[in-house]
């Protein structure tokens, strides 16, 4: 009898002690984490040189989230901008049921008001590293950016090891304010930003101040002994190996990356597994994050330079530095070698060929469908309108409504008051346009129309290359999509051959991401489903080009969105609608 109890307890305890668990996981695997931001401006001296800043905290680059995959995030949003509107894009995160989070003024949201608090929450729903940053005119030059890290679900593993994980964020840093160079661009004559007075990693860089040592400088306002401007050390054990996650937020600048003496082995590119390869060096552009194994194996009794260099423009940017540090020596110290200038800025080759060779780990490749139900080709083209200067699509210049595409959509409101009914163009004239030449008429037009697809359909984008204004120059273009991850098919040169070159796709292995790059005078090809409802932004990646116009807006599926909260709303049609 008394063994029957004892059993009987046993089995209780075990019971008891399973629903324990059961409870741990679960709660583990739907955390709720919750953060409180305060957005406002304060003088800040990232590369020396005090400016106005848009902070986070009072930090710039804001608050790193840590999540784990399935987690929610909350955060709680107050803009004490006091005079300018704000909005942020959780950038690599697919909102997937939660499209009126993705942070996207004039797509997704009405803008947060100046001494407003608003509350995004959605899901983290797959492991990787993503990015934050303002989506609200060109808010993100002025600081208002960070990085996400997404943990694998406990009990699963990645396909290669590290002993540590560290987060690099890489940006370009101007010293006019974001107005000055907006009312730049809008103006005739046009008054271009010009190229970056610094490069930053993790927030810190370093101005020459005597190029500024005028009488009418103010005292003080550039100081290269400056503890804010200090670089950035990161301390290694040697022998330990290294997960760099590395994402670039550059308002302009492609750029590349070094580690003086060691190699990089490639193995996550926007938060998919890459089929690992090793370089010395990592081309990056905007709005793309990589993961690179770095493994502390060299002379561990000096310090090492970690650099990044413009590339794709003629640089008049010095390069950007980082310390790496080997533990416990010279924690400050210098390193004694000149830094590295980086690979020729204008040799496009071996940027191509990085490209080329991102292909998706053979254990995590995700098939494209083998065709697709539609095509859209865009050729990216600088442009005029009424002597303004404009970025264009298929001679076609983006501007954004002032009532959310989302919410007219859902909502069901006048849409004729709203934005253009007419989508904009599928094509451009292939057989007559040189892609090489300065286009014979570089006047455009100007839309606010959307793609509408059909939900769930598979569409293909051909990004064309083409000459801007200026005799011999093509772009790099970084191309971002909102809500879709997509596949590349591949990169050429020269005009895209929709007879031709669709043979050249790679349909096996392709590399998912959610930020491609367009190289000069050449072209790329992503495929996507259409399968996330909601109305997503498809554009450049660099801050004065979306400005300019180079974006479209691609809408699916919008009558499955959920009931949209009312916080997203208040501004254009939506002015009657309440607001909490």
């Known amino acids: 009898m008394v063994e029957i109890l004892a059993y009987r307890s046993l089995v209780k305890l075990l019971v008891l002690c399973h629903f324990i668990s059961l409870v741990a996981v679960s709660t583990v695997e739907a955390r709720i984490r919750h953060y409180r931001w305060e957005v406002k401006y304060e003088y800040k001296s990232p590369d020396c ?8 905290n009072g930090g710039t680059p804001g608050p790193k989230i840590l999540a ?24 690599g995160i697919r909102q997937i049921g939660t499209p009126w989070s993705d942070g996207t003024e004039g797509v997704t949201q ?61 940006n370009d840093w101007f010293h006019k304010s974001t107005y000055e160079q907006a009312a730049g661009l809008s103006s005739i004559p046009f008054v271009w930003v010009g190229e970056p007075q610094s490069l930053l990693i993790n927030g810190r860089g370093r101005f020459n101040c005597s190029l500024l040592a005028t009488p ?14 200090s670089p950035y050390i990161l301390t290694v054990i040697p022998g330990k190996t290294y997960r760099l996650r590395i994402g670039s937020l550059t308002s302009l600048s492609a750029l590349s990356f070094q580690v003086e003496g060691h190699n990089m082995t490639v193995v996550e590119a926007d938060g998919h597994y890459v089929e690992p390869f090793q370089t010395k ?32 423009r003629k640089p008049a940017t010095p390069t950007g530095l980082a310390i790496l540090n080997y533990y416990p020596k010279y924690f400050k110290k210098s390193p004694p070698t000149l830094p590295t200038t980086g690979p020729l800025w204008n040799d496009t080759a071996p940027r191509l060929a990085q490209s080329l060779a991102i292909k998706a780990h053979k254990s995590f490749i995700h098939s494209p469908p083998l065709t697709s139900d ?75 129309g959307i793609y509408r697809l059909k939900f769930n359909t598979t569409v293909d984008i051909i990004l064309q290359n083409a000459n ?45 991401k959610n930020t491609v790059p367009v190289h000069p005078y050449g072209w790329t090809a992503l495929r996507f489903r259409a399968d996330n409802p909601g ?42 609608f309440h607001r909490p």
């Open 468 to 512: 801007t204004m200026t005799v011999n120059n093509s772009e790099t273009h970084p191309w971002h999509l909102h809500g879709h991850d997509f596949w590349v098919l591949g990169y050429g040169t020269g005009k895209f051959d929709m007879m031709k070159d669709v043979g050249k796709y790679n349909p096996v292995n392709p590399i998912m």
């Open 535 to 576: 109305v997503w932004a498809f554009h450049c990646h660099l801050e004065s080009h979306f400005y300019m116009g180079m974006g479209v807006v691609f809408e699916a599926g919008v009558e499955k969105v959920g009931k949209l909260p009312s916080s997203v709303m208040g501004c254009g049609e939506t002015k009657g």
């Open 216 to 229: 009418s400088l103010e005292a003080g306002v550039c100081n290269e002994t400056n503890p804010e401007c």
């Open 49 to 56: 040189f005090k400016k106005l800043a848009i902070t986070i």
């Open 110 to 170: 009405c803008p947060i008001f100046p001494g407003d608090t608003f509350i995004y929450k959605f899901v983290v729903d797959r492991a990787g590293s993503y990015l934050y940053h303002a989506h609200y005119g060109i808010q993100r030059e002025a600081g208002l950016y960070g990085s996400i890290t997404v943990s694998f679900p406990n009990g699963e593993s990645e396909p290669f090891a590290y002993d540590y994980d560290r987060s690099i964020i890489l």
């Open 281 to 312: 060096n990592l081309y990056i552009y905007s709005g793309e994050t990589y993961s690179v194994l770095v493994t502390a194996n060299q002379d561990p009794s000096r310090n090492y330079w970690v650099t990044i260099n413009v590339v794709s």
């Open 374 to 448: 539609k095509v859209i080709v865009l050729l990216n083209t600088q442009n005029k309108i009424d002597g303004h200067y404009r970025w264009s699509l298929n001679n076609v210049s983006f501007s954004l409504p002032h009532t959310p595409y989302l919410i007219a959509l859902k909502e069901n409101l006048n849409l004729n008051h709203v934005f253009d009914q007419t989508p904009p163009p599928e094509n451009y004239d292939f057989k007559n346009y040189d892609i090489y030449a300065v286009a014979e008429n570089v006047n455009a037009t100007s839309s606010n």
């Open 68 to 91: 784990q995959q399935g987690d929610t995030i909350v955060v709680e949003l107050k803009n004490s901008l006091l005079t300018e509107n704000v909005a942020i894009h959780w950038h």
